[in-house]
């Protein structure tokens, strides 16, 4: 298990990391499987989109179907059929999001079920074991995430507290025989020397990767961009660096120009499943009247299934029509046009030309 930098451009970085299931190519997208399962697309659709790492849920898989059948189907790659590389989130955000259901302390976060109401308690090593028995390729940390523009006192609290999860875990993970490779998470929110903190002291403890957490939670683009940059200066270059939940694909550019090596979100499958697409243009709304009558694919340069198959206007029908197919065939384009983008990115970096191929996507895109 290692990570080789193969190419840099800048900050733009391309390497290979590998792990038990694989070798993943990055810069690398991540579609998110969240239950083990990426909405409306089959696993062999999945590949086909070039899909070679998913990343799945600790908090939601713990919950259902729980570690007990997990473990008796001998972990995710089993249970779930996908052969190729898993990376698990902790749930450090979904104490975010779901803060109503979850009170924090310093030996971990009590929650109330959002399926049934039942009550839990998951603690940094909890967090590890569901992950290890997962089988996943790599695992992240417990970590607390707080709003952007959180005052001091928060940001300080929360900072102290992920950073004392992140020493527990990898000593708790050490104790596991596992191949899995442990990120750090650095959080610190808006704080600039929070966020320098954090980094130098997960960087002390030598995990394998680094990702940058706090993100895309209400900040600017700007801010978030400066941040991230901020952040992956902090890392070693001998060490993935994975940008956590993040994001558009003009997002996605400029955090590779920052020198982030990962990615993942939702929004491909979200926009997709709301008939939202996109193409080297930017985004096409598949409702709109203008597609009722058009005969072309959704990009013409695009190969995935949905645009060597079919007209904007039947899927815009499909979507009127209110057919599940329409979810299917929308998804299966907008991961391949996320992971055609992102192999785009490294192909440029190898070839010392990223700098020009961010100028053309933004001088070709409509950004909204």
């Known amino acids: 298990m290692s990570f080789s930098l193969l190419a840099q451009d800048g900050a733009a970085r391309a390497g290979i990391l590998s792990v038990p299931h694989g070798n993943i190519a990055a810069p690398v997208f991540m579609p998110v499987g969240t239950q083990s399962a990426v909405k409306a697309v089959t696993f062999d659709k999945l590949a086909e989109c070039g899909a070679s790492i998913m990343l799945a849920n600790t908090y939601h898989l713990y919950l259902r179907p729980g570690l007990a059948t997990i473990k008796a189907m001998g972990g995710l790659h089993e249970f779930s059929n996908w052969r190729l590389p898993i990376l698990t989130d902790s749930g450090g955000f979904q104490i975010f999001s779901l803060s109503s259901l979850a009170k924090i302390s310093d030996e971990g976060f009590s929650f109330q079920s959002h399926i049934d109401g039942s009550r839990h308690f998951l603690s940094p090593e909890d967090v590890i074991d569901c ?8 695992i992240m940390q417990l ?15 929360s900072s102290r507290r992920s950073y004392a999860w992140a020493e527990r875990s990898l000593l708790h993970f050490q104790k596991h025989e596992s191949d899995s490779l442990l990120f750090g998470i650095v959080q610190g929110a808006s704080n600039r020397e929070y966020r320098r903190e954090s980094a130098e002291k997960l960087v002390a403890l030598e995990f394998p990767g680094y990702a940058i957490g706090g993100l895309s939670v209400g900040e600017s683009r700007e801010e978030m961009i400066d941040m991230t940059g901020f952040c992956a200066s902090l890392l070693p270059e001998n060490k993935p ?11 996605i550019i400029n955090a590779v120009a920052a020198g982030v090596d990962m990615f993942d979100c939702v929004l491909p499958t979200r926009n997709a499943r709301n008939a939202t697409v996109y193409n080297r ?4 709304l598949l409702r709109n009247r203008a597609n009722k009558n058009d005969k072309g694919p959704i990009d013409p340069e695009c190969t995935c299934y949905t645009c060597t198959n079919f007209s904007r206007a ?5 979507f009127k ?27 440029s970096i190898l070839a010392k030309k990223f700098e020009a191929f961010r100028r053309k996507y933004f001088s070709d895109a409509v950004i909204s």
């Open 131 to 138: 992950q290890c028995i997962f089988g996943s390729d790599i």
């Open 143 to 157: 970590d607390q995430c707080v709003p952007f523009r959180s005052d001091e006192q928060k940001i300080r609290e």
């Open 241 to 251: 660096r994975y940008l956590m939940g993040v994001g558009t694909p003009e997002d």
């Open 281 to 284: 243009r930017g985004k096409l």
């Open 314 to 318: 039947y899927l815009r029908h499909l």
């Open 321 to 347: 029509a209110g057919e599940i197919n329409a979810l299917i065939l929308a998804s299966i384009h907008n991961l391949h046009f996320y992971i055609d983008f992102i192999n785009r990115i490294r192909q």
